[in-house]
């Protein structure tokens, strides 16, 4: 069903609202029988999109509010979230920062809302990696991050005024030789402390801690 403007050629054309066959509608701007321009997108489902399209997709500035009470306000780039955006989580947790084929790619600071900690630093599509910040409530991390956990040296720095320089190693598993089967439980990085110092300006881009 559709109600609204159309061109010479009985195009979908100019401002308009349609239902369609799936359930959903959309209210907003068409260009030659496709959404282009600002509109909203309600889903069946109770999901919604408000902002820019191009020829049917999600491209521009838009907001979609998803049905678990999550959402996202940002850049989309052909229905995907691309560019630079904001999104609350469902949980209560936020990532504020850059964004590249729906995943958080780039820069971007995440903050976990039972703990009130952030990171703040790189991500590779969707996950910690690279030079980053963590932030606690009385002390901070700052090192190199792979798979979403520190690795490499780092140092911690504490409100009181000192550093505890270190660095997180991957522990060698211990092979057991009756449990082939079983798949081997991820290993934390461990803690390897070297020194506590005044503050210094080190930063993950440096490879060794200042001496």
């Not at 609202?17 to 359930?23: D, I, M, T, V, Y």
């Not at 964004?99 to 703040?120: E, F, I, L, M």
């Not at 409530?137 to 911690?156: S, V």
Request: charged content about 30%; aromatic content about 14%; overall charge negative.
């Amino acid at each position: 069903e559709y109600e609204g403007d159309r061109n010479a050629e009985g195009e979908r054309h100019g401002f308009g609202k349609a239902r369609l066959p799936n359930g959903d509608t959309y209210e907003g701007e068409y260009e030659h029988g496709l959404r282009n321009g600002r509109g909203t997108y309600r889903f069946k489902n109770g999901a919604l999109y408000t902002g820019d399209y191009l020829q049917n997709k999600k491209h521009g500035k838009g907001v979609f509010f998803y049905p678990d009470g999550s959402k996202y306000a940002g850049d989309w780039m052909h229905d995907q979230r691309q560019g630079y955006g904001e999104y609350l989580y469902a949980n209560g947790d936020t990532y504020t920062g850059e964004w590249a084929n729906n995943k958080r790619h780039g820069q971007g600071t995440y903050v976990y809302k039972d703990t009130g900690s952030k990171y703040v630093g790189a991500w590779v599509n969707g996950i910690q990696e690279g030079p980053a910040e963590l932030i606690h409530l009385n002390h901070r991390f700052k090192g190199m991050f792979l798979n979403g956990k520190p690795l490499g040296h780092g140092k911690f720095i504490f409100d009181i005024g000192c550093e505890q320089h270190g660095e997180y190693i991957q522990p060698v598993q211990e092979k057991e030789e009756e449990e082939e089967d079983e798949p081997p439980l991820p290993v934390e990085p461990k803690w390897k402390a070297s020194e506590i110092t005044k503050l210094t300006p080190w930063s993950p881009h440096d490879k060794e801690p200042a001496p």
